[in-house]
């Protein structure tokens, strides 16, 4: 019995993930009407309960998967994986307003650049006033700030040491985490309710998983729009954060 | 025919993804340079000429959309495989630093915003 069960599990991985985030996402469906009154969106308590569940995940097998390092949840990894991720991504297009899109050109690549050099000076500060003078480490953390995959890839690029490099990942993952959850309660502050401000947003925040997180549990109809500008995020982090900003780092240490 | 919506999806997000890799190449960056941007972009252009041509039907659009439809579940899985853990154990300097970052940059979102509203 419990060898067709493991047998059945090991399967239908994907299937699995399908029925168990279709679960939590009625559940959450649930909570918003009954517990919130439809104030916090459905999409936004799926989400934190997720990165609750990943944490226990984390505890439980002390992978670095979440839930996804538990062996009958390993189909969530294929997904949430980047995969199928960037396939919906791109499929969100579909919906883009062409004019609107037009109109935030230029100041999509003024927050891209903002959204690029403020992490970074802000991670180099934090690094400094903890003790960190060289730089490398103080590069590798700036840019961990930038995201989770400029972090790593600028501490390579660098020869940062392991601790260091696991730390600008702890904080681009943090950096994540947080977009994704406060973006629905901060929205009507920042003006986030329309093509133009989200185009903004997916600039300046950078992070392509907090950004479409946040913004999914916010509207959904402005996904594409910040997806649109926080895709050319990472890459140009990736570009400047070991090249230029660590060029200009040399110099000022 | 959906497969024929989702078989273009497919189609520009390989596309997308090839000419950000091509790009990272050529910048010397080991990273994909706004490959999923591009994919979107093309997907922008090829709607638009196949709308022209009368091709869309609505099987065609359901093709794309269901991906469309399916994006924030997907998102939910992904939220589910984070390291939340490692996050949290950072010490107070990740957490200072993710705290910082994201709230200077949700004010620059807003100061931005205003910009933009004003002329």
Same mark, same amino acid.
């Given at each position: 019995? %419990?060898?067709? #069960?493991?047998?059945?599990?090991?399967?239908?991985?994907?299937?699995?993930?399908?029925?168990?985030?279709?679960?939590?996402?009625?559940?959450?469906?649930?909570?918003?009407?009954?517990? %919130?009154?439809?104030?916090?969106?459905?999409?936004?308590?799926?989400?934190?309960?997720?990165?609750?569940?990943?944490?226990?995940?984390?505890?439980?097998?002390?992978?670095?998967?979440?839930?996804?390092?538990?062996?009958?949840?390993?189909?969530?990894?294929?997904?949430?994986?980047?995969?199928?991720?960037?396939?919906?991504?791109? +499929?969100?297009?579909?919906?883009?307003?062409?004019?609107?899109?037009?109109?935030?050109?230029?100041?999509?690549?003024?927050?891209?650049?903002?959204?690029?050099?403020?992490?970074?000076?802000?991670?180099?500060?934090?690094?400094?006033?903890?003790?960190?003078?060289?730089?490398?480490?103080?590069? %590798?953390?700036?840019?961990?700030?930038?995201?989770?995959?400029?972090?790593?890839?600028?501490?390579?690029?660098?020869?940062?040491?392991?601790?260091?490099?696991?730390?600008?990942?702890?904080? $681009?993952?943090?950096?994540?985490?947080?977009?994704?959850?406060?973006?629905?309660?901060?929205?009507?502050?920042?003006?986030?309710?329309?093509?133009?401000?989200?185009?903004?947003?997916?600039?300046?925040?950078?992070?392509?998983?907090?950004?479409?997180?946040?913004?999914? +549990?916010?509207?959904?109809? #402005?996904?594409?729009?910040? +997806?649109? %500008?926080?895709?050319?995020?990472?890459?140009?982090?990736?570009?400047?954060?070991?090249?230029?900003?660590?060029?200009?780092?040399?110099?000022?240490? | 025919?959906?497969?024929?919506?989702?078989?273009?999806?497919?189609?520009?997000?390989?596309?997308?993804?090839?000419?950000?890799?091509?790009?990272?190449?050529?910048?010397?960056?080991?990273?994909?340079?706004?490959?999923?941007?591009?994919?979107?972009?093309?997907?922008?252009?090829?709607?638009?000429?196949?709308? $022209?041509?009368?091709?869309?039907?609505?099987?065609?659009?359901?093709?794309?959309?269901?991906? +469309?439809?399916?994006?924030?579940?997907?998102?939910?899985?992904?939220?589910?495989?984070?390291?939340?853990?490692?996050?949290?154990?950072?010490?107070?300097?990740?957490?200072?630093?993710?705290?910082?970052?994201?709230? #200077?940059?949700?004010?620059?979102?807003?100061?931005?915003?205003?910009?933009?509203?004003?002329?």
């Amino acid at each position: 019995m %419990t060898e067709s #069960l493991h047998k059945i599990v090991a399967e239908q991985g994907l299937v699995l993930a399908f029925a168990l985030v279709g679960v939590l996402m009625w559940l959450s469906a649930v909570v918003c009407r009954r517990l %919130t009154a439809g104030r916090i969106h459905a999409s936004a308590i799926a989400i934190v309960a997720a990165l609750a569940l990943a944490w226990l995940g984390g505890v439980l097998t002390g992978g670095k998967k979440g839930l996804a390092d538990v062996p009958a949840f390993a189909g969530l990894a294929l997904l949430g994986g980047p995969m199928l991720r960037d396939f919906a991504i791109v +499929a969100t297009a579909f919906e883009v307003d062409v004019s609107e899109a037009r109109k935030a050109g230029l100041v999509g690549i003024i927050a891209l650049a903002l959204g690029t050099i403020v992490p970074f000076v802000v991670g180099v500060l934090i690094a400094w006033s903890f003790g960190y003078r060289d730089a490398v480490s103080l590069a %590798t953390l700036g840019a961990g700030a930038v995201t989770y995959i400029v972090g790593p890839v600028t501490g390579a690029a660098l020869g940062a040491s392991s601790p260091v490099i696991a730390l600008s990942i702890a904080t $681009g993952v943090f950096k994540a985490v947080l977009v994704m959850t406060l973006t629905p309660f901060v929205a009507r502050f920042i003006g986030l309710d329309n093509p133009r401000s989200a185009m903004i947003f997916g600039g300046l925040m950078g992070t392509v998983s907090g950004v479409t997180g946040g913004l999914a +549990a916010t509207d959904p109809k #402005l996904v594409p729009y910040g +997806a649109l %500008t926080a895709t050319f995020h990472t890459g140009i982090g990736c570009l400047v954060c070991p090249s230029l900003f660590f060029i200009i780092l040399t110099h000022l240490t | 025919m959906a497969i024929y919506g989702t078989a273009l999806l497919a189609i520009c997000t390989l596309l997308g993804v090839a000419l950000g890799e091509a790009l990272g190449l050529a910048l010397h960056v080991k990273a994909n340079v706004g490959g999923v941007g591009l994919a979107m972009l093309l997907l922008i252009a090829a709607k638009q000429w196949l709308a $022209g041509r009368g091709v869309l039907t609505p099987t065609f659009r359901l093709g794309v959309e269901f991906w +469309a439809l399916m994006y924030i579940p997907i998102v939910v899985a992904m939220a589910a495989q984070q390291d939340v853990l490692a996050a949290l154990h950072g010490g107070p300097m990740v957490l200072i630093a993710g705290v910082t970052v994201v709230l #200077l940059c949700f004010g620059l979102v807003a100061a931005l915003g205003r910009l933009v509203k004003t002329p």
